[in-house]
């Protein structure tokens, strides 16, 4: 059975920062691409980040220079390092794991930027 699971998330202030983690397990970790995706309420899920088997990194242009992405093999964990955090970074975080035709979700987390 294949579990991804988000933590970190939480209420932040405008400025500060956040370490999203997504453990999985059944699953061969290190030859999936990793992805963060985020739902803002009333909007659709969008991507913010990427990282390949290769860990070949992309980003959404919102985040660039803000979110770093990275991942550990050995503990099938990726992450999301969050800074410089505004209200429109607002939104449920989801993990996703994805080969081929293959793919799979996490519940979420919940990331919400208020003073």
């Known amino acids: 059975q294949v579990q991804l699971v988000e933590s970190g998330g939480g209420l932040v202030q405008p400025g500060g920062s956040l370490r999203l983690s997504c453990v999985a397990s059944?699953?061969?970790?290190?030859?999936?691409?990793m992805g963060w995706y985020r739902q803002a309420p009333g909007k659709q899920r969008e991507l913010v980040a990427l990282?390949?088997?290769?860990?070949?990194?992309n980003y959404a242009d919102s985040v660039k220079g803000r979110f770093t992405i990275s991942r550990d093999n050995a503990k099938n964990t990726v992450y999301l390092q969050m800074n410089s955090l505004n209200s429109e970074d607002t939104a449920v975080y989801y993990c996703?794991?994805?080969?081929?035709?293959?793919?799979?979700w996490g519940k979420g987390t919940l990331v919400n930027v208020s003073s």
């Open positions: 996703n794991a994805r080969r081929i035709s293959s793919g799979y």
């Open positions: 059944g699953i061969f970790f290190s030859i999936f691409e």
């Open positions: 990282i390949t088997s290769a860990s070949s990194i």
